[in-house]
Every structure is written in C-alpha cells, then in structure tokens.
C-alpha cells in the first residue's frame, strides 16, 4: 500500500526537468522518500542527482529500500544495474561537487542492506552483484584520487571523509583493482570499509596479501569458498596473525581439514585452531563442508564459548562420536540451520538422529539433508523427528532415493508444519530407470523420465493446495539451489576450471614421457 506522500514522490521524479531544478527547495527529510520512489521507478538520472546533493549524515541502502510507512514493499532485494550505477556515481559526484556553504554533511554510507537473489523485478532486468559492486566501488574510489590529484579543487574536498560500508567479493579478476582501492584508502575522500569478504579463484599469497589490506576489527564475515587452496597449516597462520574480534560468520574451503592425514602435528594445530576460534566470542556462524573431521568435531568446536546458530558439516565423514557430541553439546539448543548433508543418518545413527533433532526443535529454521541415504523404509523415522521442529522454514533433502508414494507421505506431513516456506525434494526413485546407484553421478542425474517427474511434482503440489498451504514453495534443483556469487562468476571459475584441467593434462603428458 502506497501513501499519499509516496504518490506525490513519484509524481514529482517522473518529471526529470521539473525535479532537478526544484531539487534545491526540497526539504531535507523528503530525500529519503524520493529515493525510493525513485529507485522503485528506476529513475537513474534522479537517483543520481539525488545522490550527489544528499544532505543527511547517513546513507543507509537497507534503510531507504526497506519497509517504510509510506511505501511498505523492501526493495533491497533489487539490485538493479542502473540504480545500483547512479547511485555510486552519485557518491564520487557528491565529493566532487562540494559546495562553497558547509551544507553537506555525509559521514557514513552503508551498502551491506542489498540482498542478491534469482529473480530480479526491476524493468533493465541487469543486475549488479555483490563482485560488481565491489568492482565499481573500487574504480570510483581510484577515478576520485586521479581527478583530485590532476585538478586543482576546492581545497574542502580534501576535509571530506566518508566511510562506505560494503561486503567486498574478491577474485582474480577484480583483485588488482580492489587492492589499488584499499592501498589508497587513506588518500581518498571515500573510505573503504569492509565488514564481510569473499574470497573466490584467488592464490594463497593474493588471499593473505588482500586480507591484511583490510581492518581486520570491523570484519563480522569471512567467506573463503572455492579455488581458494587454504589447509590447515594456512588457516592455523590466518588466526595466529590476524585478530577478528567482531567475526560472526566464517566459511572454510573444502579440504581445510583431512583427518585422515593426521599427525601429532597436525593434532597440535587442531587443539591450536580450536583456541583460536574460542576467542571469536561473537562467532555463532561455522560452514566446514567437505572437509574430513572423522572424531574430531569435539576437539575443534568444544572451545567455542558463544553457542553457534548456523553450521555446515556437510560431506564431513562424521562419525557416531561426532554426532553424539553435537547432539549433547551446549551448540544443540541454539542451532537455527544445520546441513549434515552426504551422511548416512538413518543406518549409522538413528537414535543421536533423533536426539538431535529433539534438542534442535526448539530453534531449528532450516535444516538440510541431502545424499543421506533417506530411503521409504526410513521415512516414519523421519516424520517422527521432524514432528517437534514447529518453527522450521526450510527443509531440503535433494539427492535421497525416495519414491513418488514415500514423498506424497512426507509432503502430507510437511503440511503440518505451520512456518514451512521452502521445500527441495528429490527426483522420485520411480523416475529414474531400474539399478540406478545413489548418490547419483553428475552423468546421470537428469536422464529421468521427465514427463512422469512433472506430474508427480503436480501431485505433490496438489497435497499443499488442499491443505491451504500455497504458501510452501516446492522445486528440485537438480544442481544445487540458486548462489548469486556462483552466478555471477561463473566465467570465470569456468575459465579457471579449463585452465586446471589444462594444467593437470599437460603434467600427465610430461610423466607419461618420462616413462616412455
């Protein structure tokens, strides 16, 4: 529902020409309301001149794209090109354009509120992720200090300060940029503040180089996913060095942890990472996947003195020791997302399953089981689990050999669940041709008759229709569900893959002739 107030908002930045000559008369509170409205109507020009003459002290992009009384939709989910472009323009156009009367007064822009997701509403449909924003952030904060040190300007800018908010993804094909950027902070009128990195197809040497570019005390997430060939001794070095008092969340690379391997050495360095993510007392985020942590869960979570809310020990070989530790740890109580995906649960430890479950209901939001050998045999088991979970919001179990019959029987129990929204399922058993072998390969995951999965998907939409429950989303990405940092770099982790298959062909040919 739109107010009176933002109806007159619109109308005022439909009209270009009127709204930027009588931008100088508007009262300073109305610039918030006329962002909106102008970002709603992805009005570039406006939001640009809006931008540049901003008078308030703070510019908070989650604030002004959020719920507000006038307009209630949240806009923040748009990360619209043209919008996202007027606005940062905008930003190094403020500086630039400092008045002769001390007006402006900006300090702080945040541009952590932008939440990137599949489907974009806005009319150019381009979309500016997280990697492109950081990009774009870093040319601009290099155009201002070219400009100011090739022009004489009004002294004053040289006084401007503002501290930029933002959660810099870096790559190897946006690292040179972003490290000029951080190298020059200090020189230049927009400080670059970074509160969440991303690390992505960047060497060992490039990802401790750039992270010690950073301040380190204002860092609350730290994501080091693929390409990124960070082990155990490298990650003991991160934490030995480099403090992160403020870090909520860290996400590791697969393979930081090999058990398997493991040392007396090795041993130390556990115990060693343990204390160290003991001392991280607002740390209540740990993604661990794919890495081999057999026994010894305990050892490098048992440190942590700040219950953990979000975990993922997905494909981590866990053990029943493993899981009786998390079961009775004091992290069950607090858990709001668990993936334990690639584990079989129902034949290894069907009672700490249940256990766990039991002392997750009380705050479980989402919980993820994926390839863990869930079969229709094990689906009562897993109804009577899931029964205390009232507050979950998201189940996914992709990758389970169920049937059409076992899935209808769950589906009509997920009905029940009154705070359930997002529903992945995997393809029924029955789609698939006899002797199909799980988890299923790469090669054949999609050759399943089609026509037959569609209209048991209706089916199972159906079961959600006659109980009222339109409000379940159901789907099975066959791939994985939707990651914009992923899409948004997927040439060049491609790039990066051909180049290692590359690599890996020509050291084969190399020992090949040595043989020869």
Sequence with gaps: MKSLRFFSAEAFVSNEEFARKSLSGVAHNLFPLLFKASYLLEQGEMIHNLVKNWPLVDFNMGKLLGSTEDYQEDLSHRTCSVCLESCLT????????????????????????????EVQFCDCKKTMGRWARTKLLSKICLELLFYLQQRQCDPRIFEISIDVLIELFVTDWN???VVQALLKKCYCPLKICCVALRFDNLSLQKFFYIIKLTDSSLLRKLEIVHNVHLEMEHLEKLLNNIYFPLLTSLTLPAR??????????????????GEKLGEMTQLTELSMSFSILTGRLQKLLSPLK????????????????????????????????????????PDLYPPTFFKFLSHFSS????????????????????ILGLRPCQKLQEFKFLGNPLSSQALKYLFTFLCGLPRLKNVEFPVPKDCYPVGITYPIDDVNLCRFDHKKYESIAEELNLILLQANREDIKASTPLFGSYDAA?????????????????????????????II
């Design 363 to 382: 705050m479980l939001r989402s919980l993820t089981l994926e390839d863990c050998n869930i079969q229709d045999s094990h689906v009562n088991m897993l």
């Design 90 to 117: 905008g930003l190094r156009d403020y500086v630039l354009n400092h008045p002769s009367s001390p007006v402006k007064r900006l300090k702080l822009v945040d541009l952590t509120g932008m939440k990137d997701v």
């Design 306 to 345: 700040t219950p953990l809310k979000i975990l993922d020990v997905s494909n981590c070989s866990l053990n029943h020791a493993d899981m009786s530790y998390l079961a009775n740890s004091f992290h069950a109580d607090h858990l709001e997302a668990l993936d334990l995906s690639g584990h079989n649960i």
């Design 256 to 273: 930081t942890f090999n058990t398997q391997r493991f040392t007396a050495t090795d041993e130390q360095m556990l115990n060693n990472i």
């Design 175 to 177: 690292y040179e940029m």
């Design 486 to 514: 992923i899409q948004e770099t997927k040439n060049e982790l491609g790039a990066c893959l051909i180049k290692s298959f590359k690599e890996t062909l020509e050291k084969f040919t190399t020992s090949l002739n040595k």
